[in-house]
T-cell receptor
Framework: DGGITQSPKYLFRKEGQNVTLSCEQN?????MYWYRQDPGQGLRLIYY???????QKGDIAEGYSVSREKKESFPLTVTSAQKNPTAFYLC??????????FGPGTRLTVL | GNSVTQMEGPVTLSEEAFLTINCTYT??????LFWYVQYPGEGLQLLLK?????DKGSNKGFEATYRKETTSFHLEKGSVQVSDSAVYFC????????????FGKGTTLSVSS
């Protein structure tokens, strides 16, 4: 079945450590996105990529980094510069138009 | 810029009650509009969409009509079930294809039997 996978489902990190969240899709979608979800805040855009080897900052990119070396993969690194990284992270993709398909999410907790 | 405003929750209903979740938007151009649903601990699933004014999106008994004159896209269902308990997000497209959606803050629906 085609879809988007995110791993791990739960992730724990100590303060000061960088951590990378995985996002893989086999839908042959060109564009991929990372959102952050906090309680009562809806989804906020971190980064997005419309094609391989290109990406743009979203509304809250500070403290995060991404890469897009393959069409299928769009990993997100949460760096130690991110002041409040505990959140639910959602990856999405789209091929044409505007409809987006979402992965199951990764819950990151900083200890 | 574009923005979405949803009614705040939680919305608590009994089974078979009528549901309305209000959503209004501010946008330049002609955005597409969406409702997504999120069950506990999961990602978002597209519930329905409308791409132009007066379009009605529908799925699983839910409906929403794209009203340009009132800049609204309210979600309705005639008879809710316990299994409809979830968080519902209204969203609109930005002005370019393949750019990210703009989401409302979400409305939590709780249905009791």
């Amino acid at each position: 079945d085609g879809g988007i996978t995110q791993s791990p489902k739960y992730l724990f990190r100590k303060e000061g450590q960088n951590v990378t969240l995985s996002c893989e899709q086999n839908l042959n979608h060109d564009a991929m996105y990372w959102y952050r979800q906090d309680p009562g805040q809806g989804l906020r855009l971190i980064y997005y990529s419309q094609i391989v080897n290109d990406f743009q900052k979203g509304d809250i990119a500070e403290g995060y980094s991404v890469s897009r070396e393959k069409k299928e993969s769009f990993p997100l690194t949460v760096t130690s510069a991110q002041k409040n990284p505990t959140a639910f992270y959602l990856c999405a993709s789209t091929r044409e138009g505007y409809e987006q398909f979402f992965g199951p999410g990764t819950r990151l907790t900083v200890l | 810029g574009n923005s979405v405003t949803q009614m705040e929750g939680p919305v608590t209903l009994s089974e078979e009650a009528f549901l309305t979740i209000n959503c209004t938007y501010t946008a330049t151009g002609y955005p597409s509009l969406f409702w997504y649903v999120q069950y506990p601990g999961e990602g978002l699933q597209l519930l329905l969409k409308a791409t132009k004014a007066d379009d009605k999106g529908s799925n699983k008994g839910f409906e929403a009509t794209y009203r340009k004159e009132t800049t609204s896209f309210h979600l309705e269902k005639g008879s809710v079930q316990v299994s409809d308990s979830a968080v519902y997000f209204c969203a609109l497209s930005r002005n370019q294809a393949r750019t990210a959606l703009i989401f409302g803050k979400g409305t939590t629906l709780s249905v009791s039997s």
